[in-house]
């Protein structure tokens, strides 16, 4: 029980994690729980996430998190996992706020070994509306395949994060409800 970080998959479903050079902070206030066995391991998580706008200082977003993982081992240097995301959030606007309802489904497996790693990353997203009656749908994938030998390695890495496709207008609304939220944190180059 506390203030903790949390990690499933690469990020894509959730990624609760600080950087202080950029005020970011989504770690969750609440409740983590874990089991650990050679061949799989289940992770539960209840509580809030505060996520303060590092370019609208005065805005802050405040979510009710449950979540739940389970990744398993069945051979060496494989691993598989699912994971599945409720919040309940408000988004301040301009004038008042907005309620939604979001679910966030995943799926994970990696495999290893002393030459290479593939991974892959899917999560689908599913944001009700409250204030606006209406539900929005997006999704994310992420996967890399790396090569080393010796000194040196090749990562090729395929990036597709469509949780709220909009067109280059309507991208700059912040306040947007369906977005991908704060805690979705995929891998990117730069923050």
């Avoid at 990690?7 to 902070?25: T, V």
């Avoid at 301040?92 to 990353?121: C, H, W």
Wanted: glycine share 8%; with cysteine.
């Amino acid at each position: 029980a506390g203030n903790f970080n949390q990690l499933y998959g690469r990020g894509l479903g959730l990624n609760l994690f600080e950087n202080r050079g950029l005020a970011f902070d989504t770690w969750m206030d609440g409740v983590l729980a874990e089991y650990k066995q050679k061949y799989f391991s289940v992770k539960v998580s209840g509580g809030t996430v505060e996520a303060c706008d590092s370019v609208f200082i005065a805005k802050t977003e405040r979510y009710a998190l449950r979540t739940a993982s389970a990744e398993f081992y069945p051979l060496r240097g494989v691993k598989a996992g699912v994971a599945y995301i409720y919040a309940e959030g408000r988004i301040p606007q301009a004038v008042g706020e907005k309620r939604l309802k979001t679910e966030i489904p995943g799926l994970f497996a990696e495999y290893s070994n002393d030459q290479m790693a593939v991974y892959i990353d899917y999560s689908l997203k599913r944001s009700n509306l409250l204030d606006d009656n209406t539900t929005a749908w997006g999704n994310g994938i992420f996967a890399s395949f790396s090569y080393y030998k010796d000194a040196w390695s090749v990562t090729l890495d395929y990036k597709n994060y469509r949780f709220d496709p909009r067109d280059p207008f309507e991208r700059d609304d912040f306040g947007r409800a369906s977005k991908a939220l704060p805690f979705q944190n995929g891998p990117i180059v730069h923050k």
